[in-house]
């Protein structure tokens, strides 16, 4: 990474452990990286698998740095926040990341500052994986320089995604966000039904998974559309042709549509919550 600012992250769960372990192994310097839980046996680990510095106190760290990454729970956002609010001068001048799910930008401003400079960031459970997929959305009082920064952090654990307005990241959230669950649906249907076939669990999974794998890697490696993948591995009156038509016929496209509107409105039921 070339530009190296002082970030402190408030809660070390397992966003933030992904996110660190991803920038620490792209080379960013531990000692610029902070991180505060209320706990201590999550700031323990880190401190000695990375060597970043850790405190209990939120407002310590996030009084010395010049980017504050919000990674607690929803729920705890208003609370966190005024407390950071009362106890570091100058929030207008730091930059604000948050990844927490549905609360929105104007919410942000009335918990710290009117003035502040954020951005909304959405990543994914694979990114524990390094394979993460995390949207970003930004204030318009946010410069270049901030998102070419914090795309370099997110690209540690994963692809990034700028979208234009929070909507987008909604949407983007209810495919890539909750995306992972639909796959872990989907894949232990398939794992239930070699099993009721005769095949263990164990290897039932494995065929599955590696099969996952490998149809997400081919996608990423091609450029035809899926629609031509699908088509290129189902001959004509084959035995895929089968199990396609059983998809097909209990329209999966219309399945999948029903999902992600469902997760799009409860993103924008949860904007009202918090
Ligand atoms: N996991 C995902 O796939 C995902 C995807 C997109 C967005 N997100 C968002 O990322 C955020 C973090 O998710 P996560 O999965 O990392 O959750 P997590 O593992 O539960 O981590 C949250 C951390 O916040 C700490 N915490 C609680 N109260 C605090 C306080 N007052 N000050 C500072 N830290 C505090 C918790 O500490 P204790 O455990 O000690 O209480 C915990 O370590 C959430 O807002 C979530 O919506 C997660």
């Known amino acids: 990474m070339t530009d190296i600012r002082k970030i402190a992250f408030i809660g070390a ?27 201590s046996a999550k700031l323990e680990k880190m401190q000695s698998t990375l060597s970043v510095n850790t405190s209990q106190d939120n407002a310590e760290i996030a009084q010395q740095a010049d980017v504050i990454v919000l990674a607690v729970k929803p729920q705890l956002m208003k609370d966190v926040c005024a407390a950071l609010q009362a106890s570091v001068d100058n929030l ?39 394979k993460g997929m995390s949207g ?54 398939l794992q239930k039904a070699a099993v009721s076939l005769g095949f263990d669990t164990a290897k039932a999974r494995e065929m599955v998974q590696q099969t996952c794998l490998g149809a997400a890697e081919m996608a990423k490696a091609s450029e035809l559309e899926l629609a031509e993948l699908r088509a290129q591995v189902t001959s004509k009156g084959g035995s895929t042709a089968k199990g396609v038509e059983a998809y097909q016929n209990a329209d999966l496209d219309g399945i999948s549509e029903t999902a992600v509107k469902a997760a799009v409105k409860r993103n924008q039921e949860m904007a009202e919550l918090f």
């Open 13 to 39: 769960g397992n966003m933030t452990q992904s996110i660190v372990g991803g920038m620490v192994s792209s080379g960013y310097p531990a000692e610029q990286i902070f991180v505060s839980n209320p706990s």
């Open 92 to 130: 207008s001048e730091k930059l604000i990341i948050t990844i927490a799910a549905g609360i929105r930008m104007p919410k942000y401003r009335q918990y710290l500052n009117d003035d502040i400079r954020i951005i909304r960031v959405m990543p994914n459970t694979p990114s524990l994986v390094s």
């Open 136 to 189: 970003l959305v930004a204030d318009e009082r946010v410069d270049d320089a901030d998102k070419a920064y914090i795309t370099e952090v997110f690209d540690g654990v994963g692809e990034t995604l700028w979208v234009s307005d929070e909507d987008q990241l909604d949407i983007l959230g209810a495919v890539a966000g909750s995306g992972p669950a639909y796959f872990f649906e989907f894949m232990a249907g």
